[in-house]
């Protein structure tokens, strides 16, 4: 018996965004999907594959970096720069210790005198020094330009799926501030031990809108499609080249009052380093996330109170990073 089951295309389906398609045949299939698993990926997506191995070549020589001089960069309180291994908890009830994995935040680039810098997780961002890193700057924002178009893409076309009216989530005060992460990772290769409560990232799921994804070749993510199942099974998903893997987030399964899925995964160390460079979509600090009216009925009324996005992430953020300190 394999150890692990890879999706098979109905669960994680590989969805294309090439020109000259219908755009609600796309929004059907991704429909499906998001019903299914919330989780897809997407081919034919227009970001240039030489500016993804460009943020992969920055991600390697940073955290190549002797240790003290990551920590100069040490996260801020709007919990922006380095967070060191073990750090970060995702799965409070089953680690033993953090995630086998050091990260780097790098969000919305706000001067300190704008008036959104007083926004918690809002301000500028930590940079390395350019002596150090060059590169590091210039290819992090390119890459974090790419990532929020092909987000807002995604964002309308899942308002397509869900039946809004066009223009739904393109309205002030949704997305025309959003809190945008972009979070390179590098995981050690200390193999996980589920039992013992080891893992690269814990199982969890992600916080906002929706996450895209970039892994290098080795594989390490895993999907659980019935979390309450007595015996979670776990589902491989692999790297496909040249596509990024799309994970819905909890706002959006509470928005959609769950018929849009927000599912658990964890990442398992199998004794090789790795690197993965999660983009984090999530609405403004501000946006009020209540069940949408397309999305509940008398026998089916809404199941979460409605809530403040920024509220819901700092919450997040103060259950699991251990070095936050917002
Ligand atoms: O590294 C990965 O493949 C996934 C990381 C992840 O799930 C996260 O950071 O939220
Ligand atoms: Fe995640």
Redo the contacts with the bound molecule.
């Keep these: 018996m394999p150890s692990f089951q890879a999706p098979s295309p109905s669960e994680v389906p590989v969805i294309s965004l090439s020109g000259g398609q219908d755009q609600s045949r796309i929004a059907a299939a991704i429909k499906e999907a998001c019903v299914k698993s919330g989780f897809f990926y997407v081919a034919d997506h227009g970001v240039d594959e030489g500016l993804v191995q460009a943020t992969f070549e920055q991600c390697r020589l940073f955290f190549s970096l002797p240790e003290a001089e990551k920590m100069k960069y040490l996260q801020d309180s709007n919990n922006r720069g380095y967070t060191p291994f073990e750090e970060e908890t ?1 799965d409070v009830t089953r680690q033993k210790k953090g995630d086998t994995k050091e990260g780097y935040y790098i969000g919305r680039e706000v001067p300190l005198d704008h008036p959104d810098a007083s926004t918690p997780l809002c301000g500028p961002n930590v940079w390395p020094d350019p002596d150090v890193l060059p590169l590091w700057r210039p290819t992090m924002e390119r890459y974090m330009a790419a990532m929020t178009a092909l987000a807002l893409r995604l964002t309308r076309l899942i308002g397509l799926a869900l039946g809004l009216p066009d223009g739904f989530f393109d309205r002030p005060g949704m997305f025309d501030k959003p809190s945008v992460f972009l ?1 390179p ?1 590098h ?1 050690n290769a200390e193999p996980s031990a589920p039992e013992d409560g080891i893992f ?2 814990g199982a ?1 799921s ?1 916080y906002g809108m929706l ?1 895209l ?1 970039k ?1 290098d070749d080795v594989p ?2 895993q999907i659980c499609l019935e979390k309450d199942a007595k015996v979670q099974q776990w589902i491989d998903v692999p790297p496909v080249p040249g596509a990024f893997i799309v994970n819905l987030g909890d706002m959006l399964e509470r928005w959609s009052n769950d018929r849009f899925r927000s599912t658990l ?1 964890r ?1 398992i160390g199998r004794g090789q380093e ?1 690197y ?1 460079i ?1 983009f984090f979509f999530e609405p403004n600090f501000d946006c009020l996330v209540e069940c949408l009216p397309q999305c509940y009925s008398d026998d089916d009324p809404p199941k979460y109170a409605p809530i403040k996005a920024g509220h819901y992430l700092l919450d997040k953020y103060g259950m699991t990073h251990a070095g936050y300190k917002g």
Excluded: E, K, M, N
């Design positions: 995702l979070r990772l995981y690269g990232a969890h992600d996450t994804l892994t390490g993510l995964h990442v790795r993965s999660p």
